[in-house]
């Protein structure tokens, strides 16, 4: 998005206590960024609500978004807003349709940045096909916010039902869609100042495209779960107690970068307990678990997927991790915080 197209958005610096108060300056920042950006008809109406027509089955979430830094490897809040509430929606089977988006700006932010975040989030959501068809402003005053904080809630048509973390079954494929931990990881080095000659980057990515790829195949998808907080640990504790099953999980299967493993070697982190943002967990009968490879394999993010354990009857409700050595154990959910307002 070029400058120009923010050619009504007034020439100050930074955000004033006037942007939030319903006069001349809220309305060129909110005509001359946000309309602009995630400009559609339902938008530009102006209405106090947003007139939908949903058909079928309807998925709703919503997220709020705190991230610290508000830049990072790989993407800032606003990419980080719409890809999380969009792939929410997406491990339902949904496809993502229309957003809400609410921000709450803290006065002296800079225009500059702002610009940066709205144009990532109106990039992200051409990803997906997604409408913002609603939203609100507000500032406060200098030390209330740290920044910027951003709510967006979503809405889908579920293009395929029974996808649920009850669903799993005896026998089902774990398959993960690549390497994990990649955002807990970038959000450590970013506020730590760590540089790597790598360039780790967060996975922070829309993950609809390869659900829509996954499910136009006609597999027989059982659970899905986007591996954000808690990582792949929490999600298939999760699912493992949700479905009464017992989940075994073999150490060396699942993908993890040096560079990640690296970070929590020197931290003393579980790479399987850190975030993800573009990374996730998919169960399915074993029997096509080699066909949702294939399809993955066509997506850049998914180019690494793979099998990483299976569904059983044992030990129910219970993750058992079996290392390289062949030994065994539980696999629990992450205790505390490990990294604190990393979405």
Same mark, same amino acid.
């Given at each position: 998005?070029?400058?120009?197209?923010?050619?009504?958005?007034?020439?100050?610096?930074?955000?004033?206590?006037?942007?939030?108060?319903?006069?001349?300056?809220?309305?060129?920042?909110?005509?001359?960024?946000?309309?602009?950006?995630?400009?559609?008809?339902?938008?530009?109406?102006?209405?106090?609500?947003?007139?939908?027509?949903?058909?079928?089955?309807?998925?709703?979430?919503?997220?709020?978004?705190?991230?610290?830094?508000?830049?990072?490897?790989?993407?800032?809040?606003?990419?980080?807003?719409?890809?999380?509430?969009?792939?929410?929606?997406?491990?339902?089977?949904?496809?993502?349709?229309?957003?809400?988006?609410?921000?709450?700006? #803290?006065?002296?932010? #800079?225009?500059?940045?702002?610009?940066?975040?709205?144009?990532?989030?109106?990039?992200?959501?051409?990803?997906?096909?997604?409408?913002?068809?609603?939203?609100?402003?507000?500032?406060?005053?200098?030390?209330?916010?740290?920044?910027?904080?951003?709510?967006?809630?979503?809405?889908?048509?579920?293009?395929?039902?029974?996808?649920?973390?009850?669903?799993?079954?005896?026998?089902?494929?774990?398959?993960?869609?690549?390497?994990?931990?990649?955002?807990?990881?970038?959000?450590?080095?970013?506020?730590?100042?760590?540089?790597?000659?790598?360039?780790?980057?967060?996975?922070?990515?829309?993950?609809?495209?390869?659900?829509?790829?996954?499910?136009?195949?006609?597999?027989?998808?059982?659970?899905?779960?986007?591996?954000?907080?808690?990582?792949?640990?929490?999600? *298939?504790?999760?699912?493992?107690?949700?479905?009464?099953?017992?989940?075994?999980?073999? #150490?060396?299967?699942?993908?993890?970068?040096? #560079?990640?493993?690296?970070?929590?070697?020197?931290?003393?982190?579980?790479?399987?307990?850190?975030?993800?943002?573009?990374?996730?967990?998919?169960?399915?009968?074993?029997?096509?678990?080699?066909?949702?490879?294939?399809?993955?394999?066509?997506?850049?993010?998914?180019?690494?997927?793979?099998?990483?354990?299976?569904?059983?009857?044992?030990?129910?409700?219970?993750?058992?991790?079996?290392?390289?050595?062949?030994?065994?154990?539980?696999?629990? *959910?992450?205790?505390?915080?490990?990294?604190?307002?990393?979405?």
């Amino acid at each position: 998005m070029s400058e120009q197209d923010f050619s009504a958005l007034s020439t100050t610096k930074s955000i004033q206590l006037s942007h939030g108060g319903g006069g001349q300056e809220m309305n060129k920042l909110i005509k001359g960024l946000f309309f602009k950006a995630f400009d559609n008809a339902i938008l530009r109406s102006e209405e106090d609500a947003a007139v939908l027509t949903l058909e079928g089955k309807t998925a709703f979430t919503t997220d709020s978004f705190t991230v610290s830094p508000l830049f990072f490897a790989g993407g800032n809040i606003g990419k980080l807003a719409i890809a999380g509430t969009v792939n929410d929606l997406a491990m339902m089977g949904a496809q993502p349709q229309y957003l809400s988006c609410s921000v709450i700006i #803290e006065e002296g932010f #800079e225009i500059d940045k702002l610009k940066t975040i709205v144009s990532s989030m109106a990039k992200e959501l051409s990803i997906s096909g997604a409408k913002i068809v609603c939203g609100d402003t507000k500032v406060v005053p200098k030390g209330c916010a740290d920044g910027i904080f951003i709510n967006t809630t979503g809405v889908g048509k579920i293009m395929q039902t029974g996808i649920s973390v009850r669903n799993l079954a005896d026998g089902d494929a774990i398959i993960v869609s690549r390497d994990v931990g990649r955002h807990g990881a970038a959000i450590l080095m970013a506020r730590e100042g760590l540089t790597l000659e790598s360039g780790l980057i967060s996975d922070c990515n829309t993950l609809w495209p390869a659900v829509e790829a996954l499910i136009a195949a006609g597999l027989d998808i059982h659970a899905m779960r986007d591996a954000t907080r808690g990582g792949l640990s929490a999600v *298939l504790n999760e699912w493992a107690q949700a479905s009464d099953v017992g989940i075994s999980l073999v #150490e060396d299967d699942v993908p993890v970068s040096e #560079e990640v493993r690296g970070l929590c070697e020197l931290y003393g982190f579980e790479p399987f307990d850190l975030a993800n943002e573009g990374t996730f967990i998919l169960a399915l009968p074993q029997a096509q678990a080699q066909k949702a490879l294939e399809v993955l394999e066509a997506f850049a993010a998914c180019d690494n997927a793979c099998v990483i354990g299976s569904v059983n009857n044992e030990h129910t409700g219970r993750v058992i991790l079996t290392s390289g050595w062949g030994s065994r154990r539980y696999l629990d *959910l992450p205790q505390g915080e490990l990294l604190p307002r990393i979405c």
